[in-house]
Nanobody
Framework: QVQLVESGGGLVEPGGSLRLACAFS????????VGWFRQAPGEERVGVAC????????YYRDSVKGRFAISTDNAKNIVYLQMNDLKPDDTGVYYC???????????????????WGQGTQVTVSS
């Protein structure tokens, strides 16, 4: 059974940094895609960053390129999202997700991911 547990959210001022962590179990990373998604109030859930386990290729949403980085610690079964130079528009609940295969990680589209964590709130505000 796939399980995902996020941590690391909080309140940060614009320009600040946060690192989110997602502890996963129930699957072997190299056969899956993993991703981070954001949902702001009243808006749809959007892909922020995704990674294919097979080749570790990544996808980033245009608005976060150069500021966010997705990485993994396979020894600890953790997926990280390092977020730098945070902006108010980055505010939302961040979810970690996983899906078997490569397709989901290639396009980073929420409908392709079947396993989700409970989410962690990130608020960027002065």
């Amino acid at each position: 059974q796939v399980q995902l547990v996020e941590s690391g959210g909080g309140l940060v001022e614009p320009g600040g940094s946060l690192r989110l962590a997602c502890a996963f179990s129930g699957f072997t990373f190299r056969y899956y895609s993993v991703g981070w998604f954001r949902q702001a109030p009243g808006e749809e859930r959007v892909g922020v960053a995704c990674m294919k386990g097979s080749d570790r290729n990544t996808y980033y949403r245009d608005s976060v390129k150069g500021r966010f980085a997705i990485s993994t610690d396979n020894a600890k079964n953790i997926v990280y999202l390092q977020m730098n130079d945070l902006k108010p528009d980055d505010t939302g609940v961040y979810y970690c997700a996983a899906a078997p295969g490569e397709d989901a990680g290639y396009v980073c589209y929420s409908a392709l991911f079947g396993s989700w964590g409970q989410g962690t709130q990130v608020t960027v505000s002065s």
